[in-house]
């Protein structure tokens, strides 16, 4: 079993930032994928940003310039780093891990909301 536990999130205004921190423990044998989704009301889940077993970083178009995805192995620790927050950025985040491409565990998320 996997826990992923999200915190940094919080009110913003526009134009500021935040750090998203996710922890993960348990079994993470063979993870390969991991990354941060969002979710705001009444809208389709959107993935922000992913690192696949390669290294290699993806961004939604949305966030892309203003978002840093980075990781500490060390730590099991995965961030995001959130710059010239938008109100459109308003949502739910949460972090998440599988194999092979797929979100097999993911955290209770953690709120952000940008004020305008």
């Known amino acids: 079993q996997v826990q992923l536990v999200e915190s940094g999130g919080g009110l913003v205004q526009a134009g500021g930032s935040l750090r998203l921190s996710c922890v993960v423990s348990g079994s993470i044998f063979r993870i390969n994928y991991m990354g941060w989704y969002r979710q705001a009301p009444g809208k389709q889940r959107e993935l922000v940003a992913t690192?696949?077993?390669?290294?290699?970083?993806g961004y939604a178009d949305s966030v892309m310039g203003r978002f840093t995805f980075s990781r500490d192995n060390a730590k099991n620790t995965m961030y995001l780093q959130m710059n010239s927050l938008k109100p459109e950025d308003t949502a739910v985040y949460y972090c998440f891990v599988g194999r092979n491409y797929n979100m097999d565990y993911w955290g209770k998320g953690t709120q952000v909301t940008v004020s305008s």
């Open positions: 690192i696949s077993s390669g290294g290699s970083t």
